[in-house]
C-alpha cells in the first residue's frame, strides 16, 4: 500500500477538522461507563452473595441470571429493554449495559471470594464478627484486591461497548463520528479516528489499572 493510496483511506485534515466534534461525544461514553460498572459492581457483589449461599431457591436464581445474561449480545439487551419495554434511550442504555456487565462482575467476584482463604473466614467468626460484617471488612476488601485485573477488563470492554448506544441514538461518541462521516461522506476517515480515540481512552484505563494494582499491593 503505498502513500496515495493510504491518502484515500484516511484524510487527515478531515480526522484534525472533526476531532473536537467527535470529543463532543467523549462526557456521555464515560459516564455511561462509570454509571453502569458502578451499579453493575453493587449488583454482582449481591449476586455473588446470592450465588454462594446455602438457599438453593437464592442461589438458583443468580446462577440463571449470570447465565442468561452472560449468554445474550449487548446488542440485543439494549434492544429488548429500548423497543420492547418503550424505555427512553439513555436509561435503556444504561439498563442494558448494567445489566450485561453485571453479569460479568458477579463471576469475577464469586471466583475472587473463593480465592480467599477459608482461614481467613475463620478468623473473623472467630473473633465474634457477624456474616455480613466479616464479608465486610474481611472478604471483600481482598476479594477485591484478587479481581481488579479481570474487572479492568471488564471496564474496558464496557466502554468499548458504549458505542452501541449509537444504536437507539445516544450521542457518544461513535453517534457523533457516524453523524460526521455521512455529512462527509467519509466513513473511512471517521472510523478509524474513532479507532483510535478508543484505543487512546482504553490505554488510559488500563494505565489507572496498574496504578490502583500497585497502590494496593504496598498499602
Request: include cysteine; proline fraction near 3%; aromatic fraction near 12%.
Amino acid at each position: 500500500m503505498n502513500f496515495s493510496t493510504l491518502s484515500t483511506l484516511f484524510d487527515w485534515h478531515l480526522a484534525i477538522r472533526a476531532l473536537p466534534n467527535v470529543l463532543l461525544g467523549l462526557p456521555m461514553s464515560i459516564f455511561l461507563t462509570v454509571i453502569s460498572f458502578s451499579i453493575a459492581m453493587v449488583v454482582g457483589v449481591l449476586l455473588t452473595l446470592a450465588r454462594l449461599s446455602k438457599y438453593r431457591l437464592l442461589s438458583g436464581f443468580a446462577r440463571a441470571y449470570v447465565s442468561f445474561l452472560r449468554g445474550v449480545p449487548l446488542l440485543v439487551m439494549l434492544f429488548i429493554v429500548y423497543f420492547g419495554f418503550g424505555a427512553d434511550a439513555l436509561p435503556a442504555a444504561i439498563i442494558a449495559f448494567t445489566l450485561g456487565c453485571s453479569a460479568f462482575v458477579s463471576e469475577v467476584f464469586r471466583s475472587a471470594f473463593l480465592g480467599v482463604e477459608k482461614v481467613q473466614i475463620e478468623s473473623a467468626f472467630s473473633l465474634g464478627m457477624s456474616y455480613s460484617k466479616a464479608i465486610r471488612y474481611v472478604i471483600l476488601p481482598q476479594a477485591f484486591r484478587i479481581a481488579i485485573p479481570a474487572l479492568g477488563n471488564i471496564v474496558i470492554d464496557l466502554f468499548k461497548g458504549t458505542s452501541l448506544a449509537a444504536m437507539i441514538t445516544v450521542s457518544e461518541m461513535f453517534m457523533q463520528a457516524k453523524i460526521i462521516a455521512g455529512a462527509n461522506q467519509d466513513y473511512m476517515t471517521l472510523y478509524i479516528l474513532i479507532a483510535i480515540i478508543y484505543w487512546a481512552c482504553c490505554e488510559v484505563i488500563s494505565i489507572g489499572q496498574n496504578l490502583l494494582e500497585d497502590h494496593l499491593t504496598y498499602a
